[in-house]
């Protein structure tokens, strides 16, 4: 009997090990991406965008999922939509699942983009690295229990948001945008040489002059694509 | 009472639950709560995502009510059955739970018909919300363990694959919400202190230890980390996963509730058992208001402090192990909600009150067998928790606004920003 014992806790015991290990991997081969490049490398490509929806236009179309963003620029673009996460009523249950498949995706603006990224399997993380005077703002505002060494740190539930002034550490290569209302600050050539020693992995840099963010100004825009020249030649 | 008695009484006990929790099921309107769960099903499912509601809780009622979606549709009963069945079926399990504990047939069924007839256990069988979960599984996980020690004491040669049963059972719970951690500990903790202390060798104590160990506490961690599988595959690892378990302990621990109505209801666990409490759920049904008021039966619920330090005293006075294990059930799951700084809701009485019912019935049967008029006065007594039970079922089926003397009753848990 001892023996039989023993061969059940094993078999537990190993079911569980087993467990850990398949979700573990299984989880992270869900992650889709491109060719990876280090920032530090030479003519990475790039892409210039003009609106918030183009830039979630290209991640969708580029099949990617399941990854860490980092959204440099001075608004969080989470606004989750009116009436959304609403199951309308008792009705049929395919026109629910239809729902929770397209819903979001039917009103992309640069107020919600990110936050439709989340909602449909595009990102399962943001970093919002915001512009050191934002950033100082929202940081006096935030509880104890938020704040760490990364940032402030939240969760939209359970998926992480980090909100930092300083680009992270991050082993794992992201999608990285760069908005144009992250240029408060004329001090283009700094932010370039900070990216590009950052030693950051990307597969996807995208450039977004935001002209769908009536908040974001011409300067600023501007300031953009001078980032894009001098981050070139770097 | 003969076996055959007893089944007998527990099937008479479960057709009166299931009638109770199912009569107007069908036209009963959902609430916001139910239309939530059923969204938050669909979301999880197929696509890992956890809200909206209760995504600070583990994830099963999102697993169940999809299965029970794509099986019956998107109507009140793919809704709303698993809850249903779960919270008729926890009847019957208490009943055999309690013969096992309690010993004395009588005070077995009479603790089963409390829950039968229970208001707020009926309120919240009849929603898709995951509070009658608990009570299920963790008696399920119990009388699966009573079984495996009881058959142990007789003879070593017992089944590992009753423990093993009981493992799935309070893994299921533990993926319902955190506090069956509490029964299940203290069942492991019994479990094991038997094992040491009953003769034979080290070796064979040793190998019962990691036994117990590794099915009850090794095995229910592992389904509670399957039910994450829709989540992992959004392409999360195992320390974003422990990341997940931090977030969702830190909303559990500071919630306030998604109404802020909801801090003018009973919301101290202190009060469960010394007043009578309730919850309110509002909804409009078209432009008719529909208000569910589950309220705890006072005859029963206001008998259990006593009832558990009575159990307490006899099991250390006359060395009654199965008394001292309830009281442990009951306490160490009591004790933490007690000690919770955020608000507390009626409905986390399931916690407890399958205990609070053993110990209200043996203490009653206790005190009262034998006693010239002792039948007579539990026959009185039992008809009195009926009596006030009615008008607390129809509240807690949602006719209390169409019943003129109730509506003041209702009137009451009316929000402050209406008044």
Known sequence: MTRFRNVYSAAIILLFLCSLNVLHREGKASRVFERIYSLSEANIPAYMLNRSSDLYSLWKKKGLRGRIVLHMGRYFHFVSAENALHFGGIGDFEEAREWVRRGAETSVTERNFLWVAVEHDIAREIYHLLPRSSFGQLLEKARPEERDDEGIITSYYGSKRVITDRIPHLHEPVLLNIDASFFESSDVAAIAAELKESGLKVDLLTLCLSEDNPDVSTVERERLREFSRVFRRL | ?419
């Open chain 2, 1 to 419: 009472m003969d076996n055959r008695k007893f089944s007998l009484g527990l099937f008479l006990l479960l057709l009166l639950a299931f009638v109770l929790r199912s009569y107007g099921f069908s036209s009963q309107p959902p609430s916001a709560d139910d239309l939530s769960a059923g969204l938050s099903a669909i979301r999880y499912m197929e696509g890992g995502q956890l809200g909206p509601t209760m995504w600070n809780h583990p994830v099963l009622r999102n697993i169940l009510v999809y299965l029970s979606l794509q099986l019956l549709g998107g109507g009140i009963w793919g809704l709303k059955i698993v809850s249903l069945v779960l919270g008729t079926l926890s009847v019957p399990l208490l009943g055999a739970a309690a013969r096992r504990i309690l010993k004395d047939d009588g005070a077995a069924l009479m603790a089963a018909f409390f829950l039968a007839v229970d208001p707020l256990h009926i309120d919240y069988s009849r929603q898709a919300v995951q509070e009658v979960y608990m009570p299920f599984f963790i008696l399920s996980g119990i009388l699966l363990s009573m079984k495996y020690m009881q058959k142990m004491k007789q003879t070593d040669r017992t089944s590992p694959l009753l423990l093993i049963l009981s493992g799935v059972s309070f893994g299921l719970g533990l993926a319902s919400k955190w506090y069956v951690a509490f029964p299940l500990l203290i069942t492991c903790a019994c479990l094991s202190y038997n094992a040491v202390r009953d003769s034979g060798d080290s070796s064979g104590k040793i190998s019962k230890l990691i036994f117990h160990f590794s099915a009850l506490i090794v095995l229910p961690l592992t389904i509670y980390l399957l039910t994450f599988a829709p989540w992992f595959a959004r392409g999360y690892d195992l320390s974003e996963w422990a990341y997940l378990q931090k977030a969702m302990s830190l909303e559990t621990a500071t919630h306030t509730g998604y109404n802020p109505f909801t801090l003018e209801l009973d919301h101290r666990a202190s009060l469960w058992f010394i007043k009578p409490v309730a919850f309110a759920d509002f909804i409009l049904d078209g432009s008719r208001p529909v208000v569910l008021l589950g309220m705890s039966n006072p005859l029963v619920w206001l008998l259990t402090i006593p009832s558990t330090i009575f159990v307490l005293y006899r099991g250390i006075r006359e060395r009654i192990a199965d008394h001292l294990y309830l009281a442990a059930l009951f306490w160490l799951t009591y004790i933490p909600f007690l000690l919770a700084h955020r608000p507390i809701w009626a409905h986390s009485a399931f916690s407890v009150i399958p205990f609070s019912f053993m110990a209200v019935s043996t203490s009653l049967v206790s005190l009262l067998k034998g006693k010239r008029f002792g039948r007579l006065s539990l026959l009185l007594y039992l008809i009195s928790v009926v009596i006030i039970g009615a008008p607390l079922y129809l509240l807690a089926t949602g006719k209390g606004l169409e019943i003129g003397w109730l509506r003041p009753l209702v009137e009451r848990f009316r929000p402050g920003f209406e008044r």
